[in-house]
Antibody, heavy 121, light 109 residues
């Protein structure tokens, strides 16, 4: 079955770090872009950052450019977010997109199921 | 990047009626395209339309997309109860970071 499988829900303290994984099952990351997005409760979708593993290119969005790191290892991709804040509480999604070039992707054709991150003291 | 404004905020439609969703970009950007996603409660979004007018795999032909420049439209010709959810437009192509609209909620009367 073709899908992206994400790691489970996390509860973290402010100031700590979290690492969320996204494993490809039946799909490939080769020549695709992997993007991490997040959705705060009742809100829309925010772009966190993206990577094209084939080229090693990465871009981070304005949400947390100095706190997020996206990596890939074969059929898995990871998003690490440091110095967590209450406002980082959200569902985090990984999503795959066909690439336009070594920097840009298109629409998201496969999505992970989402990982709820709760930042609470 | 462009800001995407979706309207209406909520669409309430009876089964069998047509539903029309609008997405307006704040500016025209070269080499960009638009996608539409449906998100049901507790689920990840799924692509419905990509490259403005192409139906994604498994999407019924009652869904169609159109538009150009700054104005784009998603139409469901005959709404069915399973179509409920929030529909987001998404513009991509001009830069690594992409933009989403804030969504239109589809309710069934």
């Amino acid at each position: 079955q073709e899908r992206l499988v994400q790691s489970g829900a996390e509860v973290k303290r402010p100031g700590s770090s979290v690492r969320v994984s996204c494993l490809a099952s039946g799909v490939t990351f080769h020549n695709f872009q992997i993007t991490w997005l997040r959705q705060a409760p009742g809100q829309g979708l925010e772009w966190v950052g993206a990577m094209i593993p084939t080229y090693g290119t990465r871009h981070y969005g304005r949400i947390a450019p100095d706190r997020v790191t996206i990596t890939a290892d074969g059929s898995a991709t990871y998003m690490e977010l440091t110095s967590l804040r209450f406002e980082d509480t959200a569902v985090y999604f990984c999503a795959r997109s066909p690439i336009i070039d070594m920097y840009r992707g298109k629409y998201y054709d496969f999505w992970g199921q989402g990982t709820l991150l709760t930042v609470s003291s | 990047e462009a800001v995407l404004t979706q309207s209406p905020g909520t669409l309430s439609v009876s089964p069998g009626e047509k539903a029309t969703f609008f997405c307006r970009a704040s500016r025209t950007e070269s080499d960009t395209s638009l996608a539409w996603y449906q998100q049901k409660p507790g689920q990840a979004p799924r692509v419905v339309i990509y490259d403005t007018s192409n139906r994604a795999s498994g999407i019924p032909d009652r869904f169609s997309g159109s538009g150009s420049g700054t104005d784009f439209t998603l139409t469901i010709s005959r709404v069915e109860p399973e179509d409920i959810g929030i529909f987001y437009c998404h513009q991509y192509g001009s830069a690594p970071q992409t933009t989403f609209g804030r969504g239109t909620r589809l309710e069934i009367k």
